[in-house]
């Protein structure tokens, strides 16, 4: 037995230990990941509401595992419901949802960030609206008063910042510290009607197992008629087609699979010390973050789509305010103004024309030139100075 075959063996003896310690000691981890997967019994999962959906909507579900164009090519159907829950879905898809709530179809799109081409269609802007830890779901209509679920852990704190006139309120956001906030819509869309919902987490596992909570899922899905309605959840229900999943899902697999990769690394790591050549001078890579940071700003000025800077300059000023000055930036009013001149000591007609242009970036169908973007962005770059 020579000497090198002795280390391996005492390496492999260490790393053998180690791991069994550690499988012993080990303590059981809870996923608060915001998966929305059907299959999953992690808190944010859906595998809960996946189980009584079915009776939710009275044997008359069909979950659909195709994308929404495959499907509407292929199958002609009567005005029906649709339901959509957190998933990713193509801009081909939401356009076939869309001709079919014209039709008389009616959907509901349970979604924390809608898509743009959704928001711009039915005429709504949805945001961060909130920071705070807990909050209250509640339905504007009068016999759902007494029907309600506490959010307590990880709120999305998104809501409708602007809504279209002629755009119905059906549900709300309750805080302590803030005015209450929209968070579930109802849209007339030809002969359909769609309702918006920005709040997935109220059909999660960790929400809908606790008691008294399964009545407010069960009045927002009342406002579906009763008829057909079909579950889009392609993106949750495709197996996962990477070739090491069995070896990953099985605890014991895993843990040989990693020692083997572990004794490859060790292997590799001793025989290379003594056989290893002379490694060549390689140059440096280049930094090319100001030439990629030059293209990108090259391809906004060529599409003409000074809106979008601007509001995502004036996003970054606001951040930048919050972290760096302390200052709440959700009501730009006098008041903000006021502080910020206090804390920046620029000119107050300077603060007050930065306010306005931010307002004006934040405002989706602002119209905005080319002067309006070099402006505001030269008045917050002194501000912040």
């Known amino acids: 037995m020579n000497k090198t075959f002795k280390i391996y063996a ?3 003896i260490i790393v053998m230990v180690i791991l069994a310690l550690l499988e012993v000691n080990k303590k059981e981890v809870v996923d608060w990941r915001k998966n929305f997967d059907v299959n999953e019994k992690s808190p944010f999962g859906l595998f809960v509401f996946n189980q009584e959906v079915k009776d939710l909507f009275k044997n008359n579900l069909k979950k659909v595992d195709v994308t929404a164009y ?11 419901n649709i339901l959509v829950i957190e998933s990713e879905i193509d801009t081909e898809s939401w356009n076939k949802i869309l001709d079919e709530v014209s039709k008389g179809s009616d959907a509901m799109l349970i979604i924390a960030k809608m898509p743009k081409e959704i928001s711009d269609s039915i005429g709504f802007y949805d945001s961060q609206i909130s920071f705070e830890d807990k909050n209250v779901l509640k339905l504007t209509d009068k016999k759902y008063q007494n029907d309600f679920i506490k959010l307590d852990k990880f709120p999305s704190g998104r809501g409708f910042s602007y809504i279209k006139p002629g755009v119905e309120v059906l549900g709300k956001t309750v805080e302590e510290d ?8 109802k849209a007339k869309l030809g002969k359909g009607n769609i309702y918006v919902h920005c709040e997935p987490l109220f059909l999660t596992n960790y929400y809908l197992l606790k008691s008294g909570n399964t009545k407010y899922a069960q009045d927002v ?7 057909e309605t079909l579950w889009f959840v392609e993106a949750n229900t495709k197996e996962s087609r990477f070739f090491m999943r069995f070896i ?13 990769l572990s004794g490859l690394v060790l292997f590799i790591f001793f025989n290379a010390k003594r056989k290893q050549r002379i490694v060549p001078i390689i ?17 906004y000025l060529q599409e003409g789509d000074f809106h979008d800077m601007m509001a995502k300059k004036a996003q970054y000023f606001l ?10 930036t959700q009501n730009l009013d006098d008041e903000f103004a006021k502080k910020l001149q206090l804390k920046t000591g620029k000119n107050i007609e300077i603060i007050n024309e930065s306010v306005s242009l931010i307002k004006k970036a934040q ?23």
């Open 221 to 227: 899905f009342s406002y579906l008629k009763d008829r």
């Open 178 to 185: 803030n005015s209450d906030q929209a968070n579930f819509i």
């Open 248 to 260: 990953l899902g099985n605890p014991a697999l895993k843990y040989a699979w990693w020692l083997l």
């Open 283 to 299: 140059e440096p890579l280049k930094n090319t973050s100001l030439d990629f940071v030059k293209s990108i700003g090259n391809l």
């Open 319 to 328: 951040n930048k305010v919050r972290l760096d000055l302390l200052i709440d």
């Open 10 to 12: 005492l390496i492999f």
């Open 70 to 80: 495959d499907y509407y090519n292929e199958n002609q159907k009567k005005p029906h």
């Open 363 to 385: 405002d989706p169908y602002a119209s905005v030139m080319k002067e309006d973007l070099i402006r505001m962005n030269k008045l917050l770059d002194d501000i912040l100075k």
